[in-house]
């Protein structure tokens, strides 16, 4: 499976961008993907998951601004993020599983996108 992500870029504190991540490949083999996030001087988080029948869940600092969706032939997920803060710029990067993991065991999650850049300026 390979992934593409894209939609990131310089964005003002309170606006919005929304991410797509496209995968190829072996997609019948996906079971869950995900949004992980990294800032300098951090490590890897989770943002939000996406299960294959359509649950979804997001981490604290994200709750009630981004969402995660995706198209029907579940292949491709996005990120809606809106009202973004400085705190949320990080290289965005999109990640498939092979099997359940709700958004834990981050080192589970076998195929990862090449990240995308988000900056939000205060």
């Known amino acids: 499976v390979q992934l593409q992500a894209s939609g990131g870029g310089l964005v003002q504190a309170g606006g919005s961008l929304r991410l797509s991540c496209s995968a190829s490949g072996t997609i019948s083999d996906i079971n869950e993907m995900a949004w992980y996030r990294q800032a300098p001087g951090k490590e890897r988080e989770l943002v939000a998951f996406?299960?294959?029948?359509?649950?979804?869940g997001s981490s604290d600092p994200v709750k009630g601004r981004f969402t995660i969706s995706r198209n029907d032939r579940k292949d491709t997920i996005y990120l809606q993020m809106s009202s973004l803060k400085p705190e949320d710029t990080a290289v965005y990067y999109c990640?498939?599983?092979?099997?359940?993991?709700?958004?834990?065991?981050?080192?589970?999650?076998?195929?990862w996108g090449q990240g995308t850049q988000v900056t939000v300026s205060s």
């Open positions: 996406i299960t294959p029948g359509g649950s979804t």
């Open positions: 990640a498939v599983a092979l099997r359940p993991l709700a958004g834990k065991e981050q080192h589970e999650y076998r195929y």
